[in-house]
């Protein structure tokens, strides 16, 4: 490398160097930023902030700037829940779900995302469908997991938007329906890839009058959804 080569190459560096320092944030202003923020957020959570104390029971779930600690997490979603948060409701239902931290138990389980369903949170109304459409804790029942199904992919859902693409094109348990399957992928494809490469796969066994009606319905479909999400 010859001498002005490396001029440029070094004075690149110091201006990233400088810009990392000086533009940006150095690592300790970062570090003193993400404790001034985590104070802010535990002195929300003590003074019986709902949403403050769900979001610390996610930071000591994750270990997201705290040391990871299930126990915590749980005693803070609970506080969170009993002021009727629904996601931290859906979240102690999940930590007995799957045994995090405590003894598995799916009565506790179902006990607390009937909570969170009963708030209509679309994630909670999902696992319902799931839980119907394999007899997953309550008797199988196709018609219950589209039901629940629905309502969580009325709300935006995607996975939800994607479990009914993928029942109306096997047939699962219901007369299939290609044009509602493709309507379906088609709108979770929006942001799901896979939904994007099932909906093509379903287009290739469509008419392409039927693929029209598929599009018009998803168009139909998307603007119910914003129209109650109040867009």
């Given at each position: 490398?010859g001498s002005t080569t490396r001029w ?29 923020a985590l104070a802010e957020l535990r ?92 007899g997953d804790g309550a008797k199988k ?91």
């Amino acid at each position: 490398m010859g001498s002005t080569t490396r001029w440029v190459a070094g004075f690149c560096f110091a201006l990233l160097f400088t810009a990392d320092i000086c533009g940006g944030q150095t690592f300790a202003e970062k570090r003193a930023l993400a404790a001034k923020a985590l104070a802010e957020l535990r002195a929300k959570a003590d003074a019986g902030d709902s949403k403050a104390q769900s979001k610390l029971g996610q930071r000591y779930y994750m270990g997201e700037g705290v040391e990871e600690d299930f126990g915590a997490a749980l005693k803070w979603y609970r506080l969170a829940a009993a002021q009727g948060d629904a996601e931290a409701q859906h979240c102690i239902a999940s930590i007995f779900e799957f045994g995090v931290g405590v003894k598995k138990d799916k009565a506790e389980a179902l006990k607390w995302r009937w909570l969170a369903v009963a708030q209509n949170l679309p994630v909670a109304q999902y696992e319902f469908g799931v839980m119907y459409q394999y007899g997953d804790g309550a008797k199988k029942d196709v018609a219950k997991a589209m039901e629940w199904y629905r309502l969580a992919a009325e709300q935006d859902h995607v996975p939800a938007q994607c479990a009914l693409g993928c029942m109306y094109r096997d047939g699962f348990g219901i007369e299939r329906d290609r044009v509602e399957s493709y309507a379906w992928f088609h709108l979770s494809a929006e942001t799901h890839q896979l939904s994007k490469k099932w909906r093509d796969e379903v287009a290739k066994k469509m008419s392409a009058p039927q693929i029209v009606a598929a599009i018009a319905r998803s168009a139909l479909l998307r603007t119910r959804i914003d129209a109650k999400a109040g867009k």
